[in-house]
């Protein structure tokens, strides 16, 4: 993944910052009720079908999960964007 976001410009980079960061934000809100969360983003088609009922029995790991790929997200995009 590294080796494609390395092919961004700077601008393409620095968008790619707010938008994870203002998707972290955006989690917040979203799972103040994590069971509503899991039927919005199966909705959104947001989530494999094969974790569906593993998110569905425990919707705080979806959470966990989303966070972790958000935080990779933005490392990654901040270590190419120097």
Do not use: N
């Not at 590294?2 to 917040?28: N, P, V, Y």
């Not at 919005?40 to 974790?51: L, N, R, T």
């Amino acid at each position: 993944e590294l080796a494609e976001l390395r092919k961004l410009d700077k601008m393409e980079i620095i968008g790619g910052l707010k938008q994870t960061f203002d998707h972290l934000k955006l989690i917040e809100y979203l799972f103040k009720d994590p069971a509503r969360a899991v039927e919005e983003m199966d909705k959104e088609g947001m989530i494999d079908k094969k974790h569906l009922k593993k998110y569905r029995k425990d919707p705080a790991l979806l959470e966990q999960d989303t966070r972790r790929g958000l935080y990779f997200q933005f490392i990654s995009l901040a270590v190419v964007g120097g």
